[in-house]
């Protein structure tokens, strides 16, 4: 995936509030292409591995118990730059901060249920997307 992948999910709140097709247009017409994409729920546990490197913070709980609240959608996108170009498009972690337009300005709730994932390097990026999809799901 370097340089060129990266991986989001859109978070259980905005599954929840009929969001899916709306982030996907967005994301889309922002010139990424979906390489993999699926619907799923986490259990506590594996949401816990997926954000183990958040495991002695204090609101892993919290943040373990909200991702396995309901569906979510990963999704593998492409696009040069698509790191940066896919962080600007969703916004600051608080929607309140975040730039009108963005994907979190329209449709997350709160810090904390703030509608979309997205990776924050390359390595990350790779990891995460290996933790939903297998290569063969990788166009």
Known sequence: MAGNRTFTMIKPDAVAANNIGAITKMIEEAGFRIVAMKMTKLSSERAGQFYAVHKERPFYNDLCNYMSSGHIVAMILEK?????????????????????????????????????????????AQIEGSFFFADIEKF
Request: charged share 30%.
């Open 80 to 124: 040069d730059n698509a790191i940066a170009d896919f962080r600007k498009l969703i916004g600051a972690t608080n929607p309140a901060d975040a730039e009108e337009g963005t994907i979190r300005k329209l449709y997350a709730k709160s810090i904390e249920a703030n509608a979309v994932h997205g990776s924050d390097s390359d390595e990350n």
